[in-house]
Antibody
């Protein structure tokens, strides 16, 4: 059974930094594209970033480019999202998701999410 | 950046009825990169359809995806009580992903 579990969320002050983790199990992590998607309270889904299986292809939404950095450790079956220069607009539940297609363009399996709150 | 616009914002129907949800792209999207998701309150989204018309594993055949170019639809042929939720379309183009703003399907 595919399992994804995010962690690292919490309360952070504006301008601060945070690193999210997503531990994967139940599939061969090193074979799959992985994504981060966020959802502000009461709002819709927003795609954030994705990375291919070996980390050589990365893309970001314009809203986070230059502030967020996606990475992965295939030996630890873990995906990361390093976030800096956080603002209130970054407050959201952050989901990691796995793509099962070779193009990496679907989000087939999702974690339960971790809440990031940016507030003073 | 391709923008997806979903309509209607809210759809009020009764169980047993047919639902048609629309997703319009600001420019042409490859059907290979168009997907639909369902999200219920307090839950993570669930993939329903990928490649515009292929159902994901375990998705009932009452969920039917279609369309091409800039206009895509998700049809639920006969609504079950568990289908009332928020639905999102998503595309990936030029390596950038984007979701529509969602359609809320509510019980009439």
């Amino acid at each position: 059974e595919v399992q994804l579990v995010e962690s690292g969320g919490g309360l952070v002050q504006p301008g601060g930094s945070l690193r999210l983790s997503c531990v994967a199990a139940g599939f061969t992590f090193s074979n799959h594209w992985m994504h981060w998607v966020r959802q502000a309270p009461g709002k819709g889904l927003v795609w954030v970033s994705r990375m291919n299986s070996d980390g050589s292809i990365i893309s970001y939404a314009e809203s986070v480019k230059g502030r967020f950095s996606i990475s992965r450790d295939n030996a630890k079956n873990t995906l990361y999202l390093q976030m800096k220069s956080l603002t209130a607009e970054d407050t959201a539940v952050y989901y990691c998701a796995m793509s099962s297609v070779t193009s990496g363009t679907t989000n087939d399996y999702w974690g339960p999410g971790t809440l990031v709150t940016v507030s003073s | 950046e391709i923008v997806l616009t979903q309509s209607p914002g809210t759809l009020s129907l009764s169980p047993g009825e047919r639902a048609t949800l629309s997703c319009r792209a600001s420019e042409s999207v490859s059907i290979n990169y168009l997907a639909w998701y369902q999200q219920k309150p307090g839950q993570a989204p669930r993939l329903l359809v990928y490649g515009a018309s292929s159902r994901a594993t375990g998705i009932p055949d009452r969920f039917i995806g279609g369309g091409s170019g800039t206009d895509f639809t998700l049809t639920i042929s006969r609504l079950e009580p568990e289908d009332f939720a928020v639905y999102y379309c998503q595309q990936h183009s030029r390596s950038i992903g984007a979701f529509g703003q969602g359609t809320r399907l509510e019980i009439k």
